[in-house]
């Protein structure tokens, strides 16, 4: 049946060295929507070195929409000792605004799940904020399941610095 809507042609590609200023421009949208601008230190020099680099550090897909880009996922491998694979970590997923609703959200995680399958990874993972209700709904749909048990810790900055340069005793 023929509505005479034009579906949007959706599509998703491996990134590549050229599309490095679009990829921190995305890092800086997705920063201004979780209310992080603040903390976003990445230079495209940055990105570049360690996306691209000899020993790249993470992996990126462009979503685009009608050709258009529209949105990326970044990711990198983790392992598990209890499952003695590697896992898929999700570091950031982010579609513009205006693209929002198309699927593609949904493609770039179908695109992931089919990777981490393919890759023999034993899990695919990523964190959310907890106030980011649509982006919790949006994984509920795929299957995903919080893990409530869990919680994150980081060092960074001066914490971290403090840490490596302790005395062993």
Known sequence: MNTGTVQPVLSIRTATPADVSLIHQFILELA???????????RECDLQAQLFGEHPAAEVLIGEVD?????????????STFLGKRGLYLEDLYVRPTFRGLGLGRHLMTTLARLAVQRDCGRFEW?????????????RQLGAVGMDDWTVQRL??????????RAEL
């Open 32 to 42: 201004e929507y979780e209310r992080l601008t603040h903390a976003v230190v990445a």
């Open 127 to 139: 964190s959310v904020l907890d106030w980011n209700q649509p982006a919790i709904d949006f994984y």
């Open 67 to 79: 050709g258009e880009p529209a949105g990326f996922a970044l990711f990198f491998h983790t392992f």
């Open 156 to 165: 960074e900055g001066p914490a971290l610095a403090a840490l490596a340069a």
